[in-house]
């Protein structure tokens, strides 16, 4: 059962790697029903923060807090900056990234919850998956991942993954 509390800016279970996307979760989708998660995400300079990927059971949106964070939907590339709300519908490609040269910091709002499930799991992993382990880990989850994609990405804006 949920009940009223304070997070402090710190508070949180969080998982910060060197050179990689940092969660820190607020919000557990398992205290609410279900209904929906919050996950802080930290980006350190030019990281990609996921493989490009559509999700099949849940919309996200990601409200950017600090920094310049490039978002990818099919071919089309956009960068957001604070205050910036940007919509990742259900059954579309997507990533997104950190575009700037400073740290990058966003809230990604999930409906309904349970994705975070999955980036709570891949956080613990003690080292980098195969491609293959990546696609089932995150088939079980009902995404679909594009490495084809995401190398070209990466390439591209010369990123960290």
Not at 59 to 80: L, P, Q, T
């Amino acid at each position: 059962m949920a009940e009223h509390r304070i997070l402090g800016p710190e508070d949180g279970e969080l998982y910060q790697p060197e050179q990689a996307c940092g969660d820190r979760f607020l919000i557990d989708s398992r205290e609410w029903g279900g209904r929906f998660a919050l996950v802080e995400h930290r980006l350190p300079p030019k990281v990609l923060a996921a493989p490009v990927h559509k999700h099949t059971l849940e919309d996200e949106f990601s409200f950017v807090i600090e920094g310049s964070v490039g978002a990818r939907f099919g071919d089309e590339e956009v960068v957001a900056g604070p205050g910036d709300l940007v919509f990742k519908p259900r059954g579309e490609w997507h990533t997104f990234w950190n575009a700037g040269q400073a740290a990058a910091r966003l809230l990604e709002i999930i409906s309904p919850g349970g994705l975070e499930e999955l980036f709570r799991r891949l956080d613990q992993l003690p080292g980098e998956l195969s491609p293959e382990e990546l696609r089932e880990k995150a088939g079980s989850y009902g995404c679909s991942v594009d490495m084809e994609a995401t190398m070209a990405l990466v390439a591209k804006h010369e990123l960290v993954l």
